[in-house]
């Protein structure tokens, strides 16, 4: 079961028990400093491990002085003009330590292998006789059940086709790449138009399709469609250890930014993320 959405005055929170975390999604202003000790307060009821921020630059300082370190950060997020900063506090110590079965060799050599390689942006093909489009609500039980076939657990309701019916109402554009009328890769593209960003995630493939540049080909669609609506920052939160998806990003013409430690539940257990963006206009 994924972690519940609450809000906190004006600003939204991500907590429970799945990733043992209280996720703060987006930071109000008129919420600050308050906010922190109730955050704090909550983590300590609950016994989660670790606080993990999304914050504008006002915050840094704050946060810096209550404990919180940076793990990454975007440019130009909000609008083009202000920074965020991805910022946490390890509640238990051990959760601040690489866990996985030598992730921080593999995290390591992924970032030089990056560097080595040529990376130049190009146009991704795809195999002949697939298709792709933007989903509509009748694709929703497809994108549920490929997203539950191809991870074990996910932080956010993905695997619920009304979660994916409400979010293409809101601010979500789901994508899909078809054999003939069947969905075999998905991803979407969560919209703040107000400050003119997006989140380029939930990238899913079925097992027989992977190795056919079938991801690039969805990120570069998604990418235009976000142009054409005036979105001037996009960003992701890739598995650190998904070597596939992040040479994908880096090829595609996204900068690393950091990685956050033992972060999120995905794939059956709880995985380092990176960060990666991408200036789509600049002001």
């Known amino acids: 079961m994924a972690d519940q959405m609450e809000k906190i005055g004006k ?78 506090k390890f509640i238990d110590p051990k959760r601040e330590m690489i866990q996985e ?25 795809i195999k002949s006789g697939l298709t792709m489009r933007l989903c509509n609500p009748g694709d929703s039980e497809d994108l549920a059940n490929i997203y539950q076939t191809v991870f074990q657990s996910y932080p956010f309701p993905i695997y619920d086709p009304k979660y994916i019916r409400k979010t293409m109402k809101s601010h979500i554009i789901y994508f899909g790449m078809y054999d003939q009328n069947r969905l075999v890769a998905a991803s979407s593209a969560e919209m703040d138009l107000k400050e003119k960003n997006a989140e380029m995630t939930d990238f899913a493939t079925l097992p027989k399709y992977r190795g056919k540049s079938i991801s690039s080909a969805l990120l570069q669609v998604m990418e235009q469609e976000m142009r054409d609506r005036g979105v001037f920052t996009l960003y992701t939160i890739a598995r650190a250890l998904s070597a596939g998806m992040n040479i994908t990003f880096a090829k595609n013409g996204y900068r690393f930014s950091g990685t956050l430690i033992n972060n999120t539940n995905i794939s059956g257990k709880i995985e380092s993320m990176n960060i990666w963006y991408k200036r789509l206009i600049v002001r």
Do not use: C
Request: hydrophobic content about 40%; proline content about 5%.
């Open 11 to 88: 600003s939204w929170i991500q907590h429970g028990p799945l990733n043992q975390r209280i996720y703060l999604i987006k930071l109000a202003h008129s919420d600050y400093p308050d906010i922190m000790e109730k955050i704090e307060s909550l983590v300590q009821s609950r016994g989660y491990t670790k606080i993990f921020t999304k914050v504008p630059a006002w915050a840094y300082a704050g946060l810096r002085n209550r404990g919180y370190v940076q793990e990454a950060f975007i440019p130009a997020f909000y609008h083009g003009e202000g920074d965020i900063f991805f910022m946490s």
């Open 101 to 125: 079965s030598h992730a921080s060799l593999i995290i390591d050599d992924l970032k030089k292998a990056l560097i080595r390689r040529n990376l130049s942006p190009s146009k991704a093909t």
